[in-house]
């Protein structure tokens, strides 16, 4: 296999979604169980460390792994149903857009533009702020905000597969135009979708973050990464590791999404992979 | 009744005109070659028959009537009145479908086949552009074919709902010269065989010679001469056409005897078209 980074990628995304799907039985303990005697304990490595908790605990005694094993299901959760929403939405106008041209491309390439003169971190945001948080909140804010990254890319596309032969030879046979776009466009726009969708992921799960980081997102007594981040700040000179262990997870995670979105890129890419 | 009437058809892309007051007559099962040099009209010609324009070509006046249906401003029997074999075979098959679903597509739209009704035609036809194994080569896809075989199934594909009228826009240029004979002649026999009328836009006068009945030759936008081919071969009429003969190499004729057409017969001709444009306005 010529594409490494495809491998790696794949193994971070497959490990996660274990992780996720596993959770209850991953978990040494449960996440939000508190036990104030063995607050602040530190991970395996260190002096004064309790092999019940290999992690350490927070400054209420509650079980870091678990938590962060908790927040990988939150973390998974936005980065496929809000990454994949995002996409359907985004790709349906982008080929809109791009095949049927005239007024549908003036309409939706303006709105396009507007969209994207918003900070998008600051618009999902407000959009929380505005709907309420929550979990279904967090992820109509991210389709909301980062449906444009697909639309614009699949809108080039498009436009790109509208001048090729083929497309001409179907027009010429009396195909439909909305069966040329279903059957003919929509196929070969399809690689470079899972490449779009692949780093969308990697995007959702850090708007996440903010958005739980802020507050904004699912509820406290659930643990996301961005909340156990928050939490870690305020007692950071006595407890780093509770700030630390999530900001690792998500590195991990970005990185690998991005690796197999880019080694996917590659690897579809006829051009590229010459 | 004509297979296809083009009649003083003139089009316009802006400003610029591109067609000045083209006319065709193409009567049933014949073949009309329509020759020039590139930028001269001809593949817009074809365009324009076909309705498939650049989005901002206009047709300023004239008309265009297909089996004895003016199509002018209408719609274009696509598929099943008439078809296209286009230039690049390489380009012109999707390369995410199978062969036999992209010869499949315009039976099942025109002419209501089902599914297994469709399979038993797809691998006739296939066999009639005499390709070996069609059960093999309806379930490839394209990358997997040369282009000789390409192009096989793109006259298959056009010739796969019988329509009285066919489009050749340059079909044989992407091939190599040894394919190209062949192609040509699948093209003629099946065209004798269906009665089908072909309009057979090329540059090659050897091409137009092995297959048209009637020659148009293009220049600028305007037909400067129309003739049967025997005619125009034996003593062309207008000074370009002959010029265009010197500027086509023979095996039976040195390599030096060839002549560019004349830079003053093109500011001639170029003038003749500005004042065709003039008195038009």
């Known amino acids: ?274 | 009744m004509s297979a296809l009437t083009v009649d003083d058809l003139h089009l316009a892309i802006g400003k610029t005109s591109v067609l000045r007051g083209v006319s065709l007559d193409l009567p049933a099962g014949s073949v009309h070659g329509l020759v020039g040099e590139s930028g001269a009209g001809k593949t817009m010609v074809a365009r324009a028959v076909l309705g498939i324009t650049p989005r901002r070509a206009r047709i300023t006046a004239g008309r265009i009537a297909i089996a004895g249906q003016d199509v002018t401003a209408g719609k274009r029997p696509l598929g099943k009145g008439v078809a296209l074999i286009p230039q690049d075979p390489i380009s012109a098959l999707n390369p995410v479908h199978r062969i036999g679903r992209q010869i499949g597509d315009a039976l099942r739209l025109h002419l209501g086949l089902d599914r297994k009704a469709t399979d038993t035609r797809v691998l006739e036809l296939l066999d009639h552009v005499h390709i070996r194994e069609p059960e093999r080569v309806a379930r490839q896809y394209p990358h997997e074919l040369s282009g000789g075989m390409r192009q096989r199934v793109l006259i298959a594909a056009a010739f796969a709902c019988r329509p009285p009228l066919i489009i050749a826009d340059e079909p044989t240029t992407a091939l190599d010269v040894t394919v190209q004979r062949q192609i040509l002649r699948l093209i003629r026999e099946l065209q004798r065989e269906a009665g089908t009328a072909i309009l057979f836009v090329t540059h090659d006068l050897g091409v137009v010679a092995k297959v048209c009945d009637q020659v148009s030759v293009m220049h600028a936008g305007r037909i400067v001469e129309q003739a049967p081919v025997e005619t125009i071969f034996a003593a062309p009429a207008h000074a370009y056409t002959a010029a265009l003969f010197q500027a086509t190499p023979r095996y039976d004729r040195p390599a030096d005897a060839l002549r560019p057409v004349p830079a003053n017969l093109h500011d001639d001709l170029l003038a003749e078209a500005a004042a065709y444009d003039r008195a038009r306005r």
């Not at chain 1, 991970?43 to 927040?71: C, E, Q, V």
Request: hydrophobic letters at 60%; proline letters at 6%; glycine letters at 10%.
């Open chain 1, 1 to 274: 296999m010529a594409e490494p980074r495809i491998w790696a990628g794949g193994a971070v995304l497959a490990t996660l979604v274990a992780v996720a799907l596993l959770a209850p039985w991953l978990a040494p303990h449960d996440p939000l169980a508190q036990d104030l005697l063995a607050g602040q304990l530190p991970p395996f490595w260190l002096a004064g460390a309790d092999p019940l908790y290999p992690l350490g605990t927070d400054s209420l005694g509650r079980d870091l792994l678990s938590r962060l094993i908790y927040g990988a299901r939150v973390a998974l959760t936005v980065a496929v149903v809000a990454s994949a929403l995002a996409a359907l939405l985004g790709t349906a106008l982008g080929l809109v857009a791009g095949w049927f041209g005239g007024w549908a491309d003036m309409a939706i390439s303006r709105l396009i533009d507007i969209w994207m003169a918003f900070p998008p971190v600051l618009l999902s945001i407000v959009l929380v702020a505005v709907i309420g948080a929550g979990l279904p909140a967090v992820i109509i804010a991210i389709v909301i905000v980062d449906w444009t990254r697909f639309a614009r890319v699949i809108r080039a596309e498009a436009i790109q597969q509208r001048g090729r032969d083929y497309i001409t030879s179907a027009v010429t046979i009396g195909l439909g135009r909305w069966a040329i776009l279903l059957r003919e466009i929509l196929p070969n726009v399809l690689p470079l979708l899972l490449v779009l969708l692949t780093l969308e992921m990697g995007v959702a799960v850090i708007v996440e973050a903010i958005l739980s980081f802020v507050g904004l997102s699912v509820s406290s007594d659930s643990p996301t990464w961005g909340g156990l981040i928050a939490e870690g700040r305020q007692y950071i000179h006595q407890a780093w590791w509770v700030m630390v262990a999530p900001i690792c997870c998500l590195i991990v995670v970005v990185v690998g999404l991005n690796a197999l979105g880019d080694g996917l890129k590659n690897a579809l890419d006829p051009v590229l992979r010459r």
